[in-house]
């Protein structure tokens, strides 16, 4: 079975900030893929950035970049120079490369300062 | 750029009614997903599908639900007697051979009365 979690329900950041976003996954597989999801209200999923995990390389998407440690079965999203609609709830998701179901965290709510 | 469209956005039903739930995938996919999200919960896999069968399916999905592809483009979710907990925002997904991203529709909110 797979798991992910995100002990981060809430965060908030000044905007022009830099906020990171926490999540740890388990999974039996050797080879499977990591992604965070952006909800706004409209509670469309958005995809933000994708990590395959047999890349040893972060990830990096603009503003949004990832660290990915395999071995503490760790990846976290930090996002550089907050802006207003960067407010969401953040979802990180694990795909088993089998299977490709995707296991959900619970999410966190990200709110920017102005 | 090819999305994934969902219909109805919001869907009203009475408790013990049968709902479909429709969603046209990118044309050149072959995966097909149905997620479910409770309000203020994380979204749950449900079900999925290639080669005209279900392929996986969670503990959630029962015999209450059905997919189905009638046609080259549709893709349905079915609940046959909806329950009130049956009451969340439903997403449907879909991907391609070469690829493990899903594209996501913008989901059909479900409201059981």
């Known amino acids: 079975a797979q798991t992910v979690t995100q002990s981060q329900p809430e965060m908030s950041v000044q905007e022009a900030e830099t906020v990171t976003l926490s999540c740890t996954y388990d999974?039996?597989?050797?080879?499977?893929?990591l992604f965070w999801y952006k909800q706004p209200p409209s509670r469309q999923m958005i995809l933000v950035i994708r990590?395959?995990?047999?890349?040893?390389q972060n990830a990096t998407e603009n503003r949004f970049s990832v660290n990915f440690q395999k071995a503490a079965k760790s990846f976290s999203l930090k996002i550089s120079d907050s802006q207003l609609g960067d407010a969401a709830m953040y979802f990180c998701?694990?795909?088993?490369?089998?299977?490709?179901?995707?296991?959900f965290g619970k999410g966190t709510k990200l709110s920017v300062i102005p | 750029e090819p999305e994934v469209t969902q219909t109805p956005s919001h869907q009203v039903t009475q408790m013990g009614q049968e709902v479909i739930l429709r969603c046209v995938p990118i044309s050149n996919h072959l995966y097909f997903y149905w997620y479910r999200q409770i309000l203020g919960q994380k979204v749950e896999f449900l079900v999925s599908?290639?080669?005209?069968?279900?392929?996986?399916k969670s503990e959630i999905f029962d015999d209450q639900f059905s997919v189905e592809r009638p046609d080259g483009s549709n893709f349905t979710l079915k609940i046959r007697s909806t329950k009130l907990e049956d009451s969340a925002m439903y997403f449907c997904?879909?991907?391609?051979?070469?690829?493990?991203?899903?594209?996501f529709g913008p989901g059909t909110r479900l409201t059981v009365t």
């Open positions: 999974t039996s597989e050797s080879d499977y893929y």
């Open positions: 990590q395959e995990a047999y890349k040893q």
């Open positions: 599908f290639y080669n005209n069968e279900i392929s996986e």
């Open positions: 997904a879909s991907i391609n051979d070469n690829s493990y991203e899903q594209y």
């Open positions: 998701a694990l795909e088993g490369a089998g299977s490709y179901q995707l296991t």
